[in-house]
């Protein structure tokens, strides 16, 4: 995107982001009690709105923390007859978790189960033959469909712990 930048460690001042620049977030932010600023937290759909009530929520709730804590974030900051759902990702813990207006269950991916099934499929022998480490043209037929068997396998492993095709 022009004009965006990352912030990470003390950078990122609140932990929180919406679809306005950080800067222009954290300025608003300012004018807001419990962030220098008299103002109380607005209670508006707009994307300064749910940056302040989201860094109040987040600040308020100081003893939850993970999962729980974004998705309290994200119940706050919800927009009715908009949001359809919700992601978190948690790096350090290499987990993503997420959730839908029509399955409000949260449901989750260990990422270190993903990089164990790539792996595996890496050495599933129907695939053995494309996975030992010959490159081919990255526009090639034969490459596309070697990933998406690679993709299918891969999955395979996850869902049921075999590739498909494995004896």
Known sequence: ????????????????LT????????????????????????????????FARAAGVHHARPGLSGARAAFAVLDDVRMPDY???NIVYLPKQQR????????????SIDLRTFANAVRHAGTCPRHRHRCAGRR?????????RHERALVRCTYANMVVGACAGRA
């Open 1 to 16: 995107m022009a004009g965006s930048s990352s912030r990470r460690g003390s950078a990122l001042t609140v932990p929180v």
């Open 19 to 50: 679809n306005t620049t950080y800067a222009e977030s954290i300025e608003f932010l300012g004018r807001h009690r419990g962030f220098g600023g008299d103002d109380p937290l607005p209670a508006g759909t707009d994307s300064l709105a749910r």
């Open 83 to 85: 949001t359809k759902w």
């Open 96 to 107: 993503i978790y997420w959730r839908t207006t029509a399955q409000e269950r949260v449901k």
């Open 136 to 144: 081919e043209p990255a526009a090639s037929r034969s490459t596309h």
